[in-house]
C-alpha cells in the first residue's frame, strides 16, 4: 500500500541553488496539495491542484513552483532556495468529495545553507 | 479566509488518565468539516477524527471524541485511558465548501508520562 509517495526524504542545498520535489499518489484521487511545516506554525499551504491541468496559490507561494505531471504526480520546484526556505515538505491527495480526509506523505526534510 | 487557533504549545498526561486538547477557528461559511490530525516522532500525518458542522452529535473513534460548540466556534479533542503511543503532536484543521483548501493550526505537543 504506497498511498502517496515523495522523495527525496531529505536534502541539502547551497543557497541559490535548485531542486525539485516529487509526489505520486496511486489512489486515483484528483486533488493534490504541498505544505510546510515550520515549529509553531503548523501545516502551511503552498499550492495546491483540484485536478489534473489546474494550480492554484496556497497561503505560503512565493519562491515556489509546481507541475501537475498528470493525475498520479505533482511536483514542487524550488528555483533559488533561500534558509526561509528550510523546513519539512509534506504532500497530500485527498479523495472525492471536500469531507474527504487528506493522505499525507512521510514528508521530505529540506535544509538550505 | 478560515483561521484555526490551537492556544496549548504542550501538555503533558500521565498514562491512562484523561487529557483534552483546545481549538478554536473562524469561518465565514455555514458547512464546513473540522479534523483532528496526529503526528507521531515518526512525521506522519494520521487523520484521528472528523467532524460535520451541519451534524450536531459529537464524534467519536475508540478513545478519541470531540465537543463541538459551533456558535463558539471550539472544537475540542479528548483523549480518554492516555497511552504512550498518544504522544505526538495533533493539529486541528478546518476545511470548508468554499474552496479546496485544509487549513490548520499551529499544533499542540503532548507528552503522555508512564
Known amino acids: 500500500n504506497a498511498g502517496v509517495t515523495q522523495t527525496p526524504k531529505f536534502q541539502v542545498l547551497k543557497t541559490g541553488q535548485s531542486m525539485t520535489l516529487q509526489c505520486a499518489q496511486d489512489?486515483?484521487?484528483?486533488?493534490m496539495y504541498w505544505y510546510r511545516q515550520d515549529p509553531g506554525m503548523g501545516l502551511r499551504l503552498i499550492y495546491y491542484?483540484?485536478?489534473?491541468?489546474?494550480?492554484d496559490k496556497g497561503e505560503v507561494p512565493n519562491g515556489y513552483n509546481v507541475s501537475r505531471l498528470n493525475k498520479r504526480e505533482f511536483s514542487l520546484r524550488l528555483e533559488s532556495a533561500a534558509p526561509s526556505q528550510t523546513s519539512v515538505y509534506f504532500c497530500a491527495s485527498r479523495g472525492q468529495g471536500w469531507s474527504g480526509e487528506l493522505f499525507f506523505g512521510e514528508g521530505s526534510r529540506l535544509t538550505v545553507l | 479566509a478560515q483561521t484555526v487557533t490551537q492556544s496549548q504549545p504542550e501538555m503533558s498526561v500521565q498514562e491512562a488518565e484523561t487529557v483534552t486538547l483546545s481549538c478554536t477557528y473562524d469561518t465565514s461559511e455555514n458547512n464546513y468539516y473540522l479534523f483532528w490530525y496526529k503526528q507521531p516522532p515518526s512525521r506522519q500525518m494520521i487523520l484521528v477524527i472528523r467532524q460535520e458542522a451541519y451534524k450536531q452529535q459529537n464524534a467519536t473513534e475508540n478513545r478519541f471524541s470531540v465537543n463541538f460548540q459551533k456558535a463558539a466556534k471550539s472544537f475540542s479533542l479528548k483523549i480518554s485511558d492516555s497511552q504512550l503511543g498518544d504522544t505526538a503532536m495533533y493539529f486541528c484543521?478546518?476545511?470548508?465548501?468554499?474552496?479546496?483548501?485544509?487549513?490548520f493550526g499551529g499544533g499542540t505537543r503532548l507528552m503522555v508520562k508512564p
Open positions: 491542484s483540484a485536478s489534473e491541468g489546474t494550480t
Open positions: 489512489m486515483n484521487h484528483n486533488s
Open positions: 484543521a478546518i476545511h470548508d465548501n468554499a474552496g479546496n483548501m485544509l487549513t
